[in-house]
């Protein structure tokens, strides 16, 4: 067990929806090399920043080649548990390394994540069952992302229900629809906006996710697209999004966003940001 110095800075925060801070992923190539280095400094310096900025979760992802991803991704969690009390949002394709480290950490998390592929439900669902953690659930399976949105709702829905033979309960599982670029998909924003409405009509309780970038993939400007899809999204009832919570820009979009659509009560959380400085 990796044992590390104290948290320094928290702060507690207004929040709307669930941010999922996602700077520290090995795909990021300053990151890869982070690791590879075990260069604790750019680690802790991305955890710090991003719960500053008000993420209430960081991801965690080593994106190494699978030999190494166990031991990278202990190192990775011993780090941010050093820097920060943020809980983790712990990210591999691979259902055995999520297992496995797993017992590391501790303070309850998000699983990130599960699907309808191989047995990753049968190993992620009793592991934290009756624990306070939270997963992600994807809606593919071994055929792969389908492209009917039907599909991607019957898949969703299974999810549910295979969760709830677990006694995991909707409101601890956050589905992420895995939203197509606008250069491959042209209806992914009227897809994602079917599926959430159409599984939400099933299961009033369980959350949305998504990542922020992925329908700007091959575009240019790509921050621009980013930032009308949050708005329509959360305009839709997206709970929560895996994003870059120090890109100020995107930050306080959501609270603009929130309060055109009257969910930030006399605008008191946007006018907040900026009055104590935390947006400028
Ligand atoms: N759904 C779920 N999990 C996910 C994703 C998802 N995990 C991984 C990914 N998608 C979300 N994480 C990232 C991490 C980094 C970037 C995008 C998505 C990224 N990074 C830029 C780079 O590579 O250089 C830098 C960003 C920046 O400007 O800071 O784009 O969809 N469940």
Redesign the pocket.
Known sequence: MLRWAAPTTQRKKVFIIII?G??I?G????VAAAIAARDEGLIRGLALRQTEAGAHYL?V?AGTAPELEREALEWLIGVVQGAVETPICI?SPDPEVLRDVYHLIERPGII??VSGEGRKCEIIYPLIAGTGWKV?A?TCDDDGIPADTGRKIEIGLKLIDLAGEYGITPDRI?I?T??MSLSVVNDALPNFLEALTRIREKSPEVRF??????ISFGTPK??LINQYFLAFALQAGMDSA???P??EVLYAGILAVEAILGRDRFCRTYNKAYRSGKLG
């Open positions: 999922i996602e700077k992923n795909a990021i190539p300053s991801d992802c990210d990130n994540s992600i994807l956050f992420d895995l939203v996710t998504s990542g922020l970038s992925n790509r921050k895996i994003m870059d120090t890109d």
